[in-house]
T-cell receptor, first 117, second 110 residues
Framework: DTEVTQTPKHLVMGMTNKKSLKCEQH?????MYWYKQKAKKPPELMFV???????INESVPSRFSPECPNSSLLNLHLHALQPEDSALYLC????????????????FGSGTRLTVV | GEDVEQSLFLSVREGDSSVINCTYT??????LYWYKQEPGAGLQLLTY?????DMKQDQRLTVLLNKKDKHLSLRIADTQTGDSAIYFC??????????FGTGTRLQVFP
């Protein structure tokens, strides 16, 4: 299995809703990432988990709450989002946070397209 | 700083070669990458180059690296309509995270 699987593919939520995005990989990667991508822009890093511990939070608002239940799963819990949070949310994994600087790079999922109404 | 710049748009005829350019600022990057993103999809790693290399060829793809000028290019030979997508270069920026370029939209017409 050489994929990163994200669910759901599409999500529409109201500003008072609570929802979660899910990401799964079975490549034995020990680093997992959440990126946010707005239309016609490059992905922007949100969070990095390394060996199931949060290692980087790029000053993301607290209405986004990441969780890494085990080495294969990464969740992003959403609460009280704003319309400007509408974007494509991408999950990625790599062998090791300290080995991202290798020819492995990241493996990306197909993303969840989130619309906040 | 960590700025990675690309031209926004490139249009080529099917069968011609495409050259997508990228300039970066962090000289400590060890690997540089090219990713492809089709509409509504995630990012697909196309190829990479190690910073002590000048050139790497992988089937229709050729990557050229000018480390002195911090310039990276991706050449796609015999461009096909299926190559139409957004192409991002990325560098490791000397840290643990990838810094993406602004992206180049490649349009291939018959």
């Amino acid at each position: 299995d050489t994929e990163v699987t994200q669910t759901p593919k599409h999500l529409v939520m109201g500003m008072t809703n609570k929802k979660s995005l899910k990401c799964e990989q079975h490549m034995g990667h020990r680093a997992m990432y959440w990126y946010k991508q707005k239309a016609k822009k490059p992905p922007e890093l949100m969070f990095v988990y390394s060996y199931e511990k949060l290692s980087i939070n790029e000053s993301v608002p607290s209405r986004f709450s990441p969780e890494c239940p085990n080495s294969s799963l990464l969740n992003l819990h959403l609460h009280a989002l704003q319309p400007e949070d509408s974007a494509l949310y991408l999950c990625a994994s790599s062998q090791d946070r300290h080995r991202v600087n290798t020819n492995y790079g990241y493996t990306f999922g197909s993303g969840t397209r989130l619309t906040v109404v | 700083g960590e700025d990675v710049e690309q031209s926004l748009f490139l249009s080529v005829r099917e069968g011609d070669s495409s050259v997508i350019n990228c300039t970066y600022t962090d000289s400590s990057s060890t690997y540089l990458y090219w990713y492809k993103q089709e509409p509504g999809a995630g990012l697909q790693l196309l190829t990479y180059i190690f910073s002590n290399m000048d050139m790497k060829q992988d089937q229709r793809l050729t990557v050229l690296l000018n480390k002195k000028d911090k310039h990276l290019s991706l050449r796609i030979a015999d461009t096909q309509t299926g190559d139409s997508a957004i192409y991002f270069c990325a560098e490791s920026g000397g840290t643990d995270k990838l810094i993406f370029g602004t992206g180049t939209r490649l349009q291939v017409f018959p």
